[in-house]
């Protein structure tokens, strides 16, 4: 077996039965998986113990477990959050200001698409943690609700 290191990340592979794999960072977050003739782009970062991962079209939540551990629970938020990588392309609303359940208060740009982040439910706006034009990565509190 051959150990490889990504990041603080510590894998195992077979030579034996590995192709050729190359794993090169393109920005934060973003990185260039090159497989014998193949190249794929991919979205990945580290939340504490879990790997958030985007990859063809479909985002992971990988979760790093410890001999003898189990997965940790995260507590739930008001905050609403970003669903995959991308970057902040519109801000609708102002703290302080009332939004209605299916409300869209701001839109995250991921992969060419807009992802609009609505309102879970009635309330005002307490917090807004992201800025315009700021990358986020996906799980990040984009804003609070009061």
């Known amino acids: 077996m051959t150990r490889l290191l990504w990041g603080e990340t510590e894998f195992e592979v077979d030579p034996r039965s590995a192709a ?3 794993v090169r960072p393109l ?3 973003t990185f260039l998986l090159c497989r014998d003739e193949a190249v794929e782009i991919f979205h990945c970062v580290r939340d504490g113990d879990a790997i958030h991962l985007h990859w063809r079209g479909a985002t992971y939540r990988l ?3 410890g001999e003898g551990r189990r997965a940790a629970h995260r507590q739930a938020s008001a905050g609403l959050e970003a669903p995959m ?14 939004v209605v359940k299916g409300e869209e208060i701001l839109i995250v ?3 060419k698409m807009e992802n609009a982040i609505r309102a879970p439910r ?3 706006v ?5 800025s315009l034009g700021e990358m986020v990565a996906p799980g990040a509190v984009l ?4």
Request: overall charge negative; some cysteine; charged content about 40%.
């Open 143 to 146: 804003l609070e609700l009061e």
């Open 20 to 22: 050729s794999l190359e």
């Open 63 to 65: 979760e790093e477990l």
């Open 109 to 111: 740009e991921a992969m």
């Open 27 to 29: 920005e934060p977050g």
């Open 122 to 124: 009635d309330g005002r």
């Open 85 to 98: 990588p991308g970057k902040v392309i519109a801000i609708k609303k102002r703290v302080g200001d009332s």
């Open 126 to 130: 307490k917090l807004i943690c992201a």
